[in-house]
């Protein structure tokens, strides 16, 4: 079975026929639990989500700020596997028919397989993977997994890529392109600088696909704000604030998710 | 090249230009680091092929690290490697005193050259970063060192060293709190002040240039250790030996030796309770190939891909990983690589301490308990070379502790040092 690249695709063509910028939320597998996680991205993907990324939680998050490294080690405490991450994919598509990526580091994709990784992942009918910790040089092998799977390869730039590299990048990568706000890890910010636009713009310049902003975007106004000049905005540690502050009361973490979700449509939205 | 002391690879046959040992290296890292260690590699070339580094750098091993280290037949000791002659490779007597100040003035002339400010590094022991802080200090570079927490406690003496040297030491309460885990951290603060920021990273692990270019700055370890053995000894050391955490002190006995087909190179991982009991840090004996720390090498991993915690009682040996040239080297064939466990250890670091007068770093202590195993196989007319990485003073806490040498227990224990889980006679 084809994975959901064209899916992926469609949403974000959509987003841009309403004119507006499409909202990318994420939360790590098993994070509060695996049929929690689950419960949370629907609620998500419901309350105004377009995309959904899926985290592989791991041990050695190098690129996450505290607030993921806390669900990360709740979610590995809890005794999350490869596996349940597959099927977090498959339930949260089948509930929303929304398109799901998988966003992890490599060394989890080496150990279980890559050929198997975009099988399976395929298969539970996710849309692509995120691998920001697998440069484009380093690549190839999981690219032709990926595309023989019908899965998005979409790749990172961040402020320090130079114009070059960047044309290298998006030649490679597939679904839309991942800019990064600012040289940084993951976690919410008080304002999103001028250097994310100055990154898309340069990342437009070399690609077509759909550029979408994440690192830092924590509620409404900075949603709108990023949607102004990006086809889209992806909120990650924002969510898991969420679930974190409900401490254990799944049903009110749930809710806050769901109307973070709503808020974040709304800002995505404000297109001036 | 007519660089005495800085001596970089001369063969140019590994790694490949993208970083490759064989199957292992290569570049694993986050897009927003790519630029900064694309400049890293492309400094070091420019680097090599200036004189003037070359003369720098010899000049401060000279006269401020003081190469080169001597190296010392230890006959007392060798007694109990079953008659075999026991040549010690100093790295100890160093400014620092230990082999990490070779690569850390190699990485801090780069620095300049690179017009970097500030600098951050990781340590397990300390002895990486107390070399970096004192760098730091002699060339006027804002410092900050990560280490994990329970690191802090066992070598509290290296982290009041660099605080002394004027560096902000940060304690990392992340994960198992100790090596890798400072890492993570000294990564998160690198891609965010990478403007100004260089990563002295402290082994022969990590992305692409770092195994080669660490590697460089540390075979003259092996080149002295060489030509010092042929004049003393006449002839070739039937096997060298060294501990390996990342592996930058055996990568540096190592290297000069690869093309002498009779010369075993012996690395001696850190067997902690016993390999049998999974609470070790052998990495090439336990584990299987994947990716950490912007490279693939082998790793202690689960079948998930999940980092397992490692455990040693020496606090720079504590790491999962291992530099991806250890991989390469254990895969043809041409290293072998043996787990030491604490006691073995420790039971070298007091032998030596009492036969010859030389305290070493439990780092150390494990390449010296591989010795005395090879000592007893090879018999009386054995030749060992060992190299002595560093120096014990840093340990004493830990080793009173695990020999009961204080006096009175409860008022020795001022500032929280990990208990020693094993027992002294075994």
Redesign the interface.
Known sequence: MAGNVELLNSVLAQARTENRAALVGYLPAGFPTVDGGIRAMTEMLDGGCDIVEVGLP??????D?PVI?TADDIA?RGGI??VDVIRTVREVHAATGAPVLCMTY???????GVERFAADLAEAGGAGCIL????V??SEVWRKAAAQHGLATV????????DA?LAK?TAAGTGFVYA?SL???TGTRESVGREAQDLVDRTRATTTLPVCVGLGVSNAEQAAEVAQFADGVIVGSAFVKRLLTADGDIDAGLTGVRALAGELAEGVRKRT | MSSEFFLPDPEGQVPSP?GYFGAFG???????????VDEVAAEYEKAKADPAFAAELDDLLVNYTGRPSALTEVPRFAEHAGGARVFLKREDLNHTGSHKINNVLGQALLTKRMGKTRVIAETGAGQHGVATATACALFGLECTIYMGEVDTKRQALNVARMRMLGAEVIAVK??SRTL??AI?EA??DW?????RTHYLFGTVAGPHPFPALVRDFHRVIGVEARRQILQRAGRLPDAALACVGGGSNAIGLFHAFLGDEGVRLIGCEPGGHGIETGEHAATLTEGTP?????S?SY?L?D??????EPYSISAGLDYPGIGPEHAYLKDTGRAEYRAVTDDEAMRALRLLSQTEGIIPAIESAHALAGALEAGRELGPDGLLLVNLSGRGDKDMDTAARYFGLYDDKGEADVNGAVQPTGEGEK
């Not at chain 1, 791991?58 to 690129?63: E, F, G, R, T, Y």
């Not at chain 1, 790749?155 to 130079?162: C, D, G, L, Q, W």
């Not at chain 2, 994947?290 to 912007?294: A, C, D, Q, R, T």
């Open positions: 791991h041990s050695d998050p190098v690129l700020g490294q590995l596997k490869t490599w060394n989890p994709v080496d150990a279980y920001p910790d697998l440069p040089e380093e790749f990172v730039v961040a402020p320090s890529s130079r590299r990048i990064a040289m940084g890890v | 993208s290569g570049k694993f890292i986050p897009e927003a680091l790519v630029a900064a992340s994960g890798k885990d993570n990564f998160r891609v965010a002040n990478v403007d994947g990716i950490l720390h912007g693939r790793v991993q079948e998930d891909g999940q980092i397992t």
